[in-house]
């Protein structure tokens, strides 16, 4: 084996482990979450993130062939690679997935203080279309530097979780706010924010 084999199986090793550690903090993050109400998989590819299912698929597919083809280190090699894969596919997974607390609207699950509050929230508006339904919620962000500025976040809701979706809304914001349907006025107007 030479030196630059040796550095690069190192330096492959040095990445599985902070990866694995990512993966790792992630799903304590996630665990840690308390009084969750509601989840679901928000990924481009079906609802898994896109990036870390192709490489986790490429990663399936060249341990096969180096198992098939070849032996040593470059099995070993395939493996770390499959560990760094499936590692950033728990950790995206995780990440990309959309939470709703009883606090509430979790953007980061990663960064708690990107929690957007209830008590935060100004105004929402409701759009359908087709198999889901996108809420936009105006909230103001606790920011030191802009204390007044105003911010979007959009919820793409799956029909199956819309009507739970709508009970809680109706139940945390009902009583201060009413939803705008998406014809009572341009909502093209809010991509200001």
């Given at each position: 084996?030479?030196?630059?084999?040796?550095?690069?199986g190192?330096?492959l090793l040095?990445?599985?482990?902070?990866?694995?550690?990512?993966?790792?903090?992630?799903c304590?993050?996630?665990?840690?979450?308390?009084?969750?109400?509601?989840?679901?998989?928000?990924?481009?590819?079906?609802?898994?993130?896109?990036?870390?299912?192709?490489?986790?698929?490429?990663?399936?597919?060249?341990?096969?062939?180096m198992?098939?083809?070849?032996?040593?280190?470059?099995?070993?090699?395939?493996?770390?690679?499959?560990?760094?894969s499936?590692?950033?596919?728990?950790?995206?997974?995780?990440?990309?997935?959309?939470?709703?607390?009883?606090?509430?609207?979790?953007?980061?699950?990663?960064?708690?203080?990107?929690?957007?509050?209830?008590?935060?929230?100004?105004?929402?508006?409701?759009?359908?279309?087709?198999?889901?339904?996108?809420?936009?919620?105006i909230?103001?962000?606790?920011?030191?530097?802009?204390?007044?500025k105003?911010?979007?976040?959009?919820?793409?809701i799956?029909d199956?979780?819309?009507?739970?979706?709508?009970?809680?809304?109706?139940?945390?914001?009902?009583?201060?706010?009413?939803?705008?349907?998406?014809?009572?006025?341009?909502?093209?107007?809010?991509?200001d924010?």
């Open positions: 084996m030479s030196l630059l084999d040796i550095f690069f190192v330096l040095v990445v599985t482990l902070v990866l694995s550690g990512l993966a790792i903090a992630t304590i993050q996630v665990f840690r979450l308390r009084n969750k109400r509601m989840c679901w998989r928000a990924g481009t590819l079906a609802g898994f993130p896109l990036f870390a299912t192709i490489f986790l698929l490429v990663s399936m597919v060249l341990l096969g062939v198992c098939k083809f070849s032996g040593g280190w470059k099995i070993t090699a395939s493996v770390l690679y499959l560990l760094i499936f590692s950033w596919f728990i950790a995206s997974y995780f990440s990309s997935k959309r939470y709703i607390t009883d606090h509430g609207i979790v953007k980061n699950v990663n960064d708690p203080s990107q929690t957007v509050a209830w008590h935060q929230i100004y105004d929402f508006f409701e759009r359908s279309s087709g198999n889901h339904c996108s809420y936009i919620f909230y103001q962000k606790n920011n030191h530097r802009h204390p007044k105003m911010v979007r976040i959009q919820l793409k799956p199956k979780k819309n009507d739970e979706f709508k009970n809680l809304i109706s139940h945390k914001l009902g009583h201060r706010l009413k939803c705008f349907e998406e014809d009572a006025f341009d909502i093209s107007e809010l991509n924010f």
